[in-house]
């Protein structure tokens, strides 16, 4: 078994994921663990491990107490991912450049057109999201759009008809991604996962230098300030 280790959040792994398909093919992917670490302990350690067992990739998400950890035990490891889109990760030791565009295991979800991830972030001091006065605003334009994210409020969002907000699972959430025409979302594993399946991807403008360090050129993948007034 191939051992890989990578680190970050919800959005790191997926540049982690597509760093994986540059060097292995589908079938050798099942001889790969990876080793996911983080140095806060909290839902998203689930949400990750989750993310990898979609695309059928053995791991596991653990919690550290500082990143010295990765220094200290690198030595067991075979290979370092990252989480930057090209052979350079901000941090860490270079690695290579993600495959953009990689293979995604994935049921098709029909009719799903525009899908809104009104926030992310996971932490307050790390959220981002659009106004609700924007999205009210946007819905009332495109009322079939999918609403994609989970938060605090169970019911937050259920008066728009398609309306997922914490209702899918994380497969749940691939198979609505992958089968996407247009995504919109603040920075993080929304739009980049996105992006990869090859969707029209409109970003809100915060966190600009992650954002800079994560996107694809190849990626269809541009940056907005609000809701109001795009082009769909």
């Known amino acids: 078994m191939i051992k890989a280790l990578t680190n970050g959040g919800f959005g790191d792994s997926a540049l982690s994921f597509a760093k994986l398909h540059t060097v292995f093919t589908k079938a050798e992917l099942s001889n790969v663990h990876v080793t996911h670490i983080r140095t806060r302990n909290d839902k998203l350690n689930k949400v990750i491990h989750q993310f990898y067992n979609t695309q059928n990739i053995s791991n596991e998400v653990i919690t550290v107490d500082s990143w010295n950890w990765q220094k200290e ?18 941090g860490d030791e270079d690695s290579w450049v993600i495959e953009p565009f990689p293979d995604i ?13 009104p926030r ?3 932490v307050d001091y790390g959220k981002k999201e659009f ?3 924007d999205i009210e605003e946007f819905m009332s334009i495109y009322p079939d759009t999918y609403i994609v994210g989970n938060g605090d409020d169970e019911h937050k969002y259920s008066k728009y008809k398609n309306s997922l907000y914490n209702k899918t699972s994380i497969q749940e959430l691939v198979d609505i991604l992958a089968s996407a025409f247009t995504i919109i979302s603040p920075e993080g594993f929304v739009p980049y996962f996105g992006a990869m399946c090859g969707a ?33």
């Open 73 to 90: 035990h690198r030595d067991e490891f075979d290979m370092f991912l990252g989480t930057g889109w090209s052979e350079k990760n901000p």
């Open 120 to 122: 992310s972030g996971g």
């Open 131 to 133: 106004s609700e006065e």
């Open 200 to 232: 029209r991807v409109l970003c809100k403008n915060q966190n600009i230098q992650a954002i800079k360090e994560r996107v694809h050129p190849h990626w269809n993948f541009s940056l907005i300030e609000k809701l109001k007034n795009i082009q769909i």
């Open 105 to 117: 295991i994935h049921n098709v979800v029909k009719d799903v057109n525009i899908v809104l991830n």
